[in-house]
């Protein structure tokens, strides 16, 4: 057991909230600071996509103890279900028989963690805008403006978890040999909203995440608990095809007819939900080190955040928390080699989880309405039937395992160049589960 | 002529006194705001490189009707002097006979470039910290700190020259979709110094650029007016051969004797400067996009810091000067249309010569002491003595020309794809001034 540090963690999200729970559990004496409301009073913000939580996400839940409070607010999610132009609907698994993802909605799990953290004695100041921070003395400076009053808490160890936007990171980001980038996407994305049925059931199969793929943009649906989707609309800022080209009602339905004609029934607020939601921006965010000496650390979006793609913001969150407590455990009182370990060991697999996320989108929105892409899915999925050992595909090393994000992506590139091969084969569409095909995946493997 | 402006440009340095001038000789009200002491009453810090001027820098000098004043302060160099571990020394000619740089002292060109922009006109406001930036009114706020009062001064334009840790960019760092990298290098640099002799003249060839190049670090002088060399070592922060290592006079007399011998003479004051000079970080800032309405744009190292193997950083600002005028002239009073048409054509080529510059620390520190490198760099001063409209080499690209640095980045790839080849011809070290190499090369460059 460590020695009991005051600690202040910086943002109350969901890696911040799982975190002090976390640490509070160790017998620290945790304090959150949120520049927000306390969530659970105030609305959510029409401005959310619906999380995914699979195998790294609930190895850290599993670690403080809370699956199964976490299991009743999510819906389990094991195929996507692919709205093809013509109104059809593809089914795909993600995984083998019983492998699930879980839809949540993040405003719900957020108020759930915070509930159980503030259960277990962490003390959250909500509505304290954190301005400054001495990084020597672990310090952070408090007031109701960037330009007006301050107060000054002394703490023994800063953590900032407060997302892509981190103040904290932004005091380290001045230090030299800090580096650090900030990329925009041109795509965009629009919260919209599909109701319940009357009697309160799904309109649409709640255990599938629903895609309509179009290319350059696509629309995506995951189930709420109380019947609903929460609909997530990404395309181009501008341009054809964009958020700047629907400029009215009558474009916005001319356009959502044309290419999501079987949403019309199911999206009954569209026009009013898409003029009063905001747009939001996509970014990809990197930096480094994470760590000052011993006594500040970045986790979670604050130092990784990515591209929302693969589902695996939050899941890459929580597993620095998983990896922090192993080094915890590891090193003990001695914070230096803690902090060094972690950013060490987590920063080559975050660069991972943003490459993997950023390739997503052109999965997501074109590639699962190619043939050969489906028919690549089909032979990986015979082929990993036959040889499980030999075969596990990029998506569910990434979701279904805890394998390293680096090594699942360098894996998923040696795999890929052999399937680009398997499918040049002559014939291959109509006469691909054989024993030669298998033969040549075989060889190409053991190379 | 446009419509006269009233025009705020954030930093008073190389590119900042030289856009002023410009403005000011174009018809505007040009203020100049620097956080600093007025250089010209300053000693000089111990922390500069020497620049060295080329054709892209002149031509913006020229511009400006001020290249005999400039050439004035200056000192012609055309060739590398390359110093061997043995203390031989080769020459390396930078192009054809007559083509040469100017060595530079970064102190004395500000401070000219200060006295004339001020006697054109300008109004420099010295000691002027620049903290907020309203960038849709063109309002910039000064003050002493950061947290104390402030002065708006209103303007109808603003330039941000204020370098790589540029204030105004930080403010437009804070929007969406705004594009920024910052990646510091494990090189350091220090400044060193070769006094003169007592009769005023030079220890060294003063017209060339000396080099002692030793793989991971190097050292290099550029000459002074007043007979001095301004030496810069360069070498990584940390490690084996680094300035972490050299922590007493024993240790920094021993590395100087074994590695640059023939120094000893020539730089007296070693010690003393090694360890009262400060230490200086690398660093390759990227951003887009470069400009907010037709309000604010940045310009030189505020919108593309580069490392500085190339001695481009202030040629590449001096010709973002030269590109805005030009546009200037295209579009009248439309600054919307100069600002949009100045980062797009200045982005890419700042990207390139950002990538010529990191590649060339290798060429300087390491490839100039190597013999396969010093033969491409005879076969091909060969090739273009008897071609010279068909191949024109990398360095007088970027150098003595005013070619795109996008376009010499990939026509240097291509010829040095063709070198390549050459290299691995069979007996060419003995051998390479034939008609056989020279068809082989005719043949390649008509793929």
Redesign the interface.
């Known amino acids: 057991m460590q020695k009991p540090l005051d600690i202040a963690v910086v943002g109350s999200g969901l890696v911040g909230s799982l975190l002090s729970l976390y640490l509070q559990r160790a017998g620290h004496r945790v304090t959150v600071y949120d520049r927000s409301q306390d969530i659970r009073n105030v609305n959510f913000s029409g401005r959310s996509i619906n999380l995914v939580m699979s195998d790294r996400g609930w190895r850290a839940v599993a670690g403080a103890g809370i699956t199964e409070e976490i299991k009743k607010i999510g819906i389990p999610v094991d195929k996507r279900a692919i709205h093809k132009l013509d109104s059809s609907v593809v089914f795909q698994p993600y995984g083998k028989e019983g492998q699930t993802i879980y839809s949540l909605s993040r405003g719900i799990l957020n108020r759930k963690m915070i509930d159980l953290a503030e259960a277990a004695g962490v003390n959250f100041k909500f509505e304290q805008k954190v301005w400054d921070i001495d990084l020597a003395q672990a310090s952070i400076q408090t007031g109701e403006s960037e330009?007006g009053e301050w107060t000054s808490h002394q703490h023994d160890l800063v953590f900032g978890s407060d997302g892509a936007f981190s103040r904290v990171r932004h005091k380290m980001?001045r230090q030299?040999?800090?580096?650090?980038?900030?990329?925009?996407l041109n795509i965009g994305y629009k919260e919209l909203h599909i109701p319940a049925n009357p009697d309160g059931s799904h309109q649409l199969d709640p255990h599938s995440l629903h895609i309509w793929p179009r290319g350059n943009f696509m629309l995506m649906a995951l189930a709420n608990l109380d019947g609903s989707f929460t609909c997530t609309l990404f395309m181009p800022?501008e341009g054809d095809f964009s958020f700047a080209s629907l400029t009215d009602k009558a474009l916005l339905e001319a356009f959502f007819a044309k290419h999501f004609p079987d949403t019309e029934q199911v999206i009954p607020d569209l026009v009013e939900d898409f003029f009063k939601n905001p747009t939001s921006?996509l970014v990809t965010m990197k930096c480094f080190p994470w760590t000052y000496q011993n006594k500040v650390a970045l986790i979670g979006d604050a130092c990784h955040a990515i591209v929302p793609f693969y589902g695996h913001g939050m899941n890459a969150g929580f597993e620095d928390i998983s990896v922090l407590f192993e080094l915890m455990d590891a090193h003990g009182d001695d914070w230096n080699a803690i902090f060094r370990a972690y950013e060490n060991s987590r920063k080559p697999n975050a660069d991972a989880i943003a490459e993997l996320s950023y390739r997503n989108f052109m999965e997501m929105s074109s590639k699962t309405a190619d043939e050969n892409f489906l028919l690549q899915k089909e032979i990986e999925r015979w082929f990993s039937d036959l040889h499980p050992d030999l075969w596990v595909p990029l998506y569910s090393r990434v979701t279904f395992s805890t394998e390293p994000y680096k090594q699942a992506l360098e894996m998923g590139d040696f795999q890929n160049a052999i399937m680009e091969k398997v499918l040049a084969l002559p014939g291959i569409k109509t006469n691909w589960k054989t024993a030669e095909v298998e033969r040549f995946i075989l060889s190409e493997l053991s190379k």
Chains 1, 2 share one sequence.
Not at 176 to 184: D, G, I, R
């Open positions: 330009r980001q030299s040999m800090f580096n650090y980038s900030q990329e925009f800022h921006y």
